[in-house]
């Protein structure tokens, strides 16, 4: 058994913590794309969003975009504005994550499909986020995120498994030392991360229903 580090001691310290699902206030989308009954189908995928989280953000019932995905009724022409301001803009997509100190889209981090730029904003990403902020403030040194969310392609194209966490969402953490990873990983099963996986320089970490620990040394 390992001897306890400094750090390691600060981790027991970490109480395990239930965080809200959602923000305390909405996104602030700077860029996104897409736009009728189809194209609104292929905004929400883009943004990974439920109907509910689409209404909120027009300010519609989750109903009123259930009609629109149904071609049932066209937008109101406030709700169109909103929608065009998502479809008309740049492809390339940033956003600003609220109550996060650490990380932001659109940076160094690679959050996003390095390959297409997608992301899916949605319960789970902004649980992975707080719980990733809160440990890089308690690890108190640079973390870097080396792979997030990748698309279907991409997942292929790196050789990942075909039910890798990274096409839901998941993160590779990269520490300054490699020797660090181990240390990391107890901050990260502190904090409630349920897959952390210990590489050799990097740490796997993920919110999948079953907790999951595995090394690769």
């Not at 492809?91 to 659109?106: C, Q």
């Not at 959050?111 to 992301?119: E, G, V």
């Not at 890798?164 to 240390?183: C, E, G, Y």
């Not at 349920?194 to 040394?217: C, M, N, S, V």
């Amino acid at each position: 058994m390992r001897a306890r580090t400094a750090r390691t001691q600060t981790a027991d310290r970490i109480q395990k913590t239930t965080l809200p699902f959602l923000l305390d206030k909405p996104l602030q989308v700077l860029y996104i794309i897409y736009m009728d009954s189809e194209e609104i189908a292929a905004l929400r995928k883009q943004l990974g969003w439920t109907m509910r989280q689409l209404g909120e953000y027009v300010g519609v019932s989750t109903q009123a975009v259930d009609h629109w995905l149904k071609g049932r009724c066209l937008p109101s022409k406030s709700a169109t504005k909103l929608l065009k301001q998502l479809a008309n803009s740049k492809t390339t997509m940033r956003i600003d994550l609220p109550n996060l100190s650490h990380f932001a889209l659109g940076t160094t981090d690679q959050l996003s499909c390095s390959c297409c730029d997608r992301i899916p904003i949605n319960d789970r990403f902004l649980r992975h986020m707080l719980m990733l902020d809160r440990m890089r403030s308690a690890w108190g040194t640079a973390l870097w995120v080396t792979s997030g969310y990748r698309c279907d392609a991409h997942n292929k194209a790196v050789g990942g498994a075909s039910q890798s966490q990274h096409l839901n969402f998941a993160t590779d953490i990269k520490p300054n030392r490699p020797a660090d990873v181990p240390d990391l990983a107890d901050f990260a099963q502190n904090l409630g991360f349920q897959g952390i996986g210990l590489y050799p320089t990097f740490l796997h970490l993920d919110l999948r229903e079953r907790p999951a620990q595995w090394a690769k040394r």
